[in-house]
């Protein structure tokens, strides 16, 4: 199943009509190798992507060339809506593992979205949740020691794999994340990070093989203070709204 499809039919119930327009848009799909530029700064965007496959990161370079992580786009995350306003990013997207990216002309866009009030509503809530995630950001990175931090980050990120489908939750998550890139994301340097990715599994909370792995969700949620509300997970207000099928009306 399409990955954005998948997401938003967590979150409405979409009609047949409005699945097919969705996924019958004419797009590109391309397979990116890790470390692959999507969107650089400043450059004009003008097509919204989709994480297909994969993983990727908002990011912001500073001038002496250290990197910010502003999140991690997961499958099915939507990005960058500012090519709607044919702006200019104010930041860059990279693959951070082998991922298959889907671009899509932003004028069909707007005018299948425009057409199907069910996906206008799941994509408003695909927005809110992306505010709250990065609210949450700034007090994981403002106010958190550094095992709340990464904790927290962790079970974030366990968290919308499962939303999404591509976790199993009675499993340990595994998640391909180096040092550098979780201290690039929680505001430590890798050597911090090192540090108390170590002490972590020392405590039995994560693994360290080939991929960090998640074995105690549980306890990373309680050292990390956890609380979901921020990633809106109650689909029930837009679940119970009635579409129509497609022609641009309430039911």
């Known amino acids: 199943m399409d990955a954005l499809l998948a997401r938003l039919k967590k979150y409405a119930e ?5 699945e097919a327009a969705l996924t019958g848009m004419s797009h590109v799909l391309k397979q990116m190798p890790r470390g692959k530029t999507i969107i650089s700064e400043g450059e004009v965007i ?6 297909q496959k994969g993983w990727a990161i908002r990011k912001r370079i500073l001038e002496d060339g250290r990197r910010q992580i502003i999140n991690f786009l997961l499958p099915g995350d939507i ?4 090519a709607m306003i044919d702006s200019k990013s104010d930041h860059g997207i990279e693959t951070i593992t082998l991922s298959e990216v889907r671009s899509i002309p932003t004028p069909e866009f707007l005018s299948v979205v425009s057409a199907h009030p069910a996906l206008s509503s799941a994509l408003w809530w695909s927005a809110v949740q992306e505010e709250g995630i990065l609210r949450e950001h700034i007090v994981r990175v403002g106010r958190r020691n550094a095992i709340e931090r990464i904790s927290h980050l962790l079970f974030e990120l366990r968290r919308r794999l499962i939303l999404t489908g591509n976790a199993d939750p ?5 998640l391909p ?4 890139l979780i201290a690039d994301a929680v505001g430590l340097s890798s050597v911090h990070v090192s540090r108390t990715v170590s002490t972590m599994r020392r405590m039995g909370l994560v693994s360290t093989n080939a991929h960090l792995r998640i074995l105690d969700p549980e306890s990373l949620a309680s050292i990390a203070g956890f609380d979901s509300h921020y990633l809106h997970l109650d689909a029930r207000p837009l679940r119970n709204l009635q579409f ?3 022609r641009g009306s309430m039911a």
């Open 79 to 82: 990005f960058d809506l500012q």
């Open 244 to 246: 129509s099928d497609g």
């Open 46 to 51: 003008r097509r919204i992507h989709v994480i």
């Open 170 to 174: 009675d499993e340990p998550v595994a």
């Open 177 to 180: 994340l180096s040092r550098q």
């Open 14 to 18: 979409l009609p047949r009509p409005s």
